[in-house]
């Protein structure tokens, strides 16, 4: 995923060198950005409350294949993460407190809710008998949840109330190995460093596909889906190479005509992008990653060079606020899907239908009251802990070069 939101901040770069004559600081704001994250949770929560197992009728039919490519959310969770993480590292990478910073901040966005999450899921609803089914106790799935490897797990061991947090596993492995990368590389280093894993992470899936690899572990093994992160890494450096960023800047439009491009090529080498198979799995997952890595960078340089038109739908309140209440959003529809949504669904009779009314009002259903208690969640406790992200704000210093 992974799906955690992330702050679109990015921090203005002070150069003393000749290249400042040509270097802008980046806006502190990138509203459309904002947008891309409400979009892709929306794809996500949609996906993973869709009934439509057996559809019949083409109202359903084609309503069950829009929510089964929801998964692709996750993809352009995993871009955007990578762009904006390596624009923060880049930028504060001359910092004295570059590393303080970056993992206290990091530790105040994620780990509050994700464990507040674990300790209600492991001790509280079965204490209070209320948790439907088999506890998480009875199976081998706590442990590796607790420090975040549920993703190396989880394919061998599909039994999991908590599904989901396989992406942020993925995520929180990138947190911890790519702050050390780009310490000791400028803006051009860490571009060709994220295209050479982008290839190796392809290669990676197509080898372990091969081998027989149980599909779901190539979904979900870190280094099977490091090209999206990378390739959005590649365009945060991308913008921070000055002669790059002029051009750039100037082709909103064309980068996102060349993301559209690149969707439909990939669409149709990957059967439409689903989410397993060897050909989806190997091109598939590299062209989306690389469509969404220019839709991100077209919508980065949209709002940079303040670019009207088209970005407008992702600049608009609703998108921004899912964007903002994201992170909430994905740690928790989950939980809410099996503890309040299909017990409800069984008291009403309704769990084996899978026709088209039922699911359209179960999933908007779902989608608003994941809204909601992600709303309550931010405003009510996460908060708390953001105001404390002042305390490690970085030391500037910075160069990109």
Known sequence: MSVSTRSTRITPVDLTSAAAESWRPLPQRMPALDGLRGLAILLVVMHNFSLLSEPQGMGARLLASWLE????????????????????????????????????????????????????????????HVWPGVSLRDQPHELWLTVYLSNWVEPFYPRNSLPHFWSLAVEEQFYVVWPFLVYRCNARQVLKLSLAIAVAALAIRYALLSAALPQDAVYKFSVCRMDALALGAAAAAALRLPAWRDRLLGRPVQLLWACAAVLLVGAALSHAYVAYGLAPQTLGYTFLAIGFSSLVLAAACADISGTAGWPAPLRGTVLRRLGLYSYAMYVLHIPLREVIGLPLLRALGLESHSDLMTTLVYVALGTVASCAVAAASYHYFEVHFLRLKRHFEPAHGQEVS
């Not at 990578?82 to 966005?109: C, E, H, P, W």
């Open 69 to 128: 490519h929801g998964w692709v959310g996750v993809q352009l969770f995993f871009v955007l993460s990578g762009f904006l993480i390596t624009g923060i590292l880049l930028d504060t990478r001359k910092a004295s407190n570059y590393f303080s910073s970056f993992f206290g901040r990091r530790v105040l966005r994620i780990f509050p809710l994700y464990y507040a999450t674990l300790l209600v899921m492991f001790a509280v609803l079965p204490m209070l």
